[in-house]
């Protein structure tokens, strides 16, 4: 089987057996998924209200990123999941300037997803490793490669709106990532 490398948000790039799809994929853009990850007002869910904790400033934009919950998805090119009929959501939105900072998100219902958060400083859209920081649901230690999708598994039972945090992560190091205040 061929395979193809994807750069994944740490930095780091691996391989991925490529997938064949009966139709084209869809072209590329920053857009996709905003228009189903939006939330909007008065809805009633299914939703996922994200607290985010740890950040270094209040700089810049912060991208969330909804995946399926599988090593195969988890992380996967966005254009490749949406052309083959799977989850995927993204929401931007700058970073408030004050008072707790919280990101909405629309999700397709109860069930298990991944969820990968980008604190974009200098607002360029992709992540910059001595500059940008980034977070998992189930806030796991980051390494020299992407989590585990299990450890950043989050199971939603209620079509209502549910909430999680995630804890910024932050280069501390050479190549080492971690909380500010670890």
């Keep these: 089987m061929k395979k193809a490398v994807f750069a994944l948000g740490l930095g780091l790039a691996v391989s991925a057996p490529l997938v064949a799809f009966a139709g084209p994929l869809i072209p590329s853009t920053p857009d996709l998924g905003k228009a189903e990850g939006r939330c909007r007002a008065g809805e009633s869910g299914p939703a996922l209200l994200v607290n985010v904790a740890g950040l270094k400033d209040r700089k810049g934009n912060l991208k969330l990123e909804v995946y399926p919950s599988n090593d195969a998805d988890f992380l996967a090119d966005d254009n490749i999941l949406v052309s083959a009929g799977k989850t995927f959501r993204r929401v931007e939105v700058p970073v408030a300037a004050s008072g ?63 909430q999680t945090t995630i804890v910024m992560n932050y280069r501390k190091g050479l190549m080492s990532f971690g909380p500010l205040g670890n």
């Design 100 to 162: 707790n900072v919280q990101v909405c998100v629309r999700i397709p219902g109860p069930g298990s997803y991944s969820i990968s958060l980008l604190h974009d400083r200098d607002s360029n859209r992709k992540f910059g490793l001595s500059v940008d920081g980034i977070g998992f649901t189930g806030n796991p230690k980051l390494g020299m490669k992407k989590p585990k999708a299990a450890a950043t598994r989050l199971s939603v039972s209620s079509g209502g709106v549910s």
